[in-house]
């Protein structure tokens, strides 16, 4: 079967580009990499380097756009090498402390990443996180608004709205079970978790409060009810924080875990530092000269 034009073989592709591309340049024949493709000052190009460059199925002129796009882009980075060369101090240049240092890093990053993996406690108390909110009450200073409610969402049609408002006269305790027994077959959306603190301004994106002072808003507000074209949105605000208040405690309880957990990694570190220390020392496994 003959092949399409769009799915012609990887290899066959490629040469077509590079053809095309090199034109009457002379090809190193006595080099196994094929054509010489480009060359910026003694350094050059050759067709193996661009091989496994175009997708199969790629189309000829696509083919010839990326082989050329590779060739300029890798022109470009010689020229600026080169440059670079020139104008580096040759301190700059003496890469190889630089490379062995990076090295030896990675093989350490490598090395303590795994001790963490077995001996790192990651179970964090609650009273442990509140230990540490505690004794550390001025680093939780809120940066917005945030609040703790429970909203509905649902179509804006009288006679659901009158269903739901019921709802709301009813006590607390019986409000929310009620709330998610009728949210289930007639809300579009619904929140109801009272215990999580949400950020305001992201209450903000789904429910089109508009004012001007919200720290005004929150304490003048438990239920609302706002309504558009489209839906009707019933909200009770349960509790409230205003930005440089201090945070509350269920607030920054993963954040505190973190922070727990991070600590303990760099004790874990620094003690296994001390201990390798320790161990070449009673082993005689260095030896430090002084003049």
């Known amino acids: 079967m003959p092949h399409n034009k769009h799915t012609l073989p990887n290899k066959f592709v490629i040469l077509i580009a590079i053809v095309l591309l090199i034109g009457g340049c002379v090809s190193s024949l006595n080099n196994d990499k094929g054509n010489e493709l480009a060359r910026v000052y003694k350094v050059y190009l050759y067709e193996a380097d661009v091989e496994g460059l175009v997708p199969e199925g790629t189309s000829h002129h696509d083919s010839i756009v990326l082989v050329r796009n590779y060739i300029n882009s890798w022109v470009n980075t010689q020229l600026m090498i080169e440059m670079a060369k020139r104008n580096l101090v040759i301190q700059q240049l003496d890469l190889d402390k630089q490379l062995e240092d990076y090295r030896n890093s990675l093989i350490i990053y490598h090395y303590e990443t795994e001790l963490i993996k077995q001996k790192l406690d990651t179970l964090v108390s609650d009273e442990e ?109 349960v509790d409230f924080r205003i930005k440089d208040d201090t945070s509350p405690l269920e607030f920054e309880q993963n954040d505190i875990r973190k922070i727990i957990i991070n600590k303990r990694k760099m004790k874990l570190i620094k003690q296994l530092r001390i201990d390798i220390y320790e161990k070449g020392v009673q082993n005689n496994e260095f030896e430090i000269y002084h003049d």
Do not use: C
């Open 129 to 237: 996180i509140e230990k540490y909110y505690e004794g550390h009450l001025n680093d939780f200073e809120l940066k917005e608004n945030i609040v703790r409610l429970h909203y509905v969402i649902i179509d804006n049609e009288p006679e659901q709205e009158t269903l739901f408002e019921n709802i709301y006269l009813l006590p607390d305790s019986l409000m929310l079970d009620s709330l998610e027994s009728l949210s289930k077959f007639y809300a579009k959306s619904y929140f109801l978790d009272t215990a999580n603190w949400v950020r305001f301004d992201d209450l903000l994106d789904i429910i089109p409060i508009e004012t001007y002072n919200r720290e005004l808003f929150l304490k003048g507000s438990r239920h609302i009810s706002l309504s558009d074209e489209e839906f009707i949105y019933l909200l009770t605000f």
